[in-house]
Nanobody, 124 residues
Framework: QLQASGGGLVQPGGSLRLSCAAP????????GAWFRQAPGKEREFVAA?????????RYADSVKGRFTISKENAKNTVYLQMNSLKPEDTGVYYC??????????????????WGQGTLVTVSS
C-alpha cells in the first residue's frame, strides 16, 4: 500500500533521501513515520511527523541532528533525509502511516499500514 524508495549503499558520512508514497491516500489525515530494522534486531522507531506536517515532529535520539523527516501532502509522500550516515544506521527502512494518538507514534506495534522496506547500507 505504501511505496518506499531511495535506499542504497553509501559511505560513512554520506547522505541518502528516502521517499514513501501513498497512492490513493489523503495524507493530511495521517501521521507519517519511519522505522528501521537491522539484521537480528527488532524494528525500531526513527522519526515521525504529525498529520499537519509542519507541526509536531519526533526523532529517535540516535538520529537527532542528522535525519530530517518531512511530508508533502499534495503528493501524498513522506521523506526522510539522512545525513552524516554511520555504519550503525544500516538496515531496512520502513515507512508507515497511522491515525493513532500522537503519543504512541514511536510504537511499531500500533501501525497497520506499512511500506515494503528499502535497504540502506552504510559501509566503506
Amino acid at each position: 500500500q505504501l511505496q518506499a524508495s531511495g535506499g542504497g549503499l553509501v559511505q560513512p558520512g554520506g547522505s541518502l533521501r528516502l521517499s514513501c508514497a501513498a497512492p490513493g491516500r489523503t495524507f493530511i489525515n495521517f501521521h507519517g513515520a519511519w522505522f528501521r530494522q537491522a539484521p537480528g534486531k527488532e524494528r525500531e522507531f526513527v522519526a515521525a511527523i504529525n498529520r499537519n506536517g509542519v507541526g509536531t515532529i519526533r526523532y529517535a535520539d540516535s538520529v537527532k541532528g542528522r535525519f530530517t523527516i518531512s511530508k508533502e501532502n499534495a503528493k501524498n509522500t513522506v521523506y526522510l533525509q539522512m545525513n552524516s550516515l554511520k555504519p550503525e544506521d544500516t538496515g531496512v527502512y520502513y515507512c508507515a502511516i497511522t491515525q493513532i494518538l500522537w503519543s504512541y507514534v514511536d510504537e511499531a506495534r500500533r501501525y497497520t499500514t506499512w511500506g515494503q522496506g528499502t535497504l540502506v547500507t552504510v559501509s566503506s
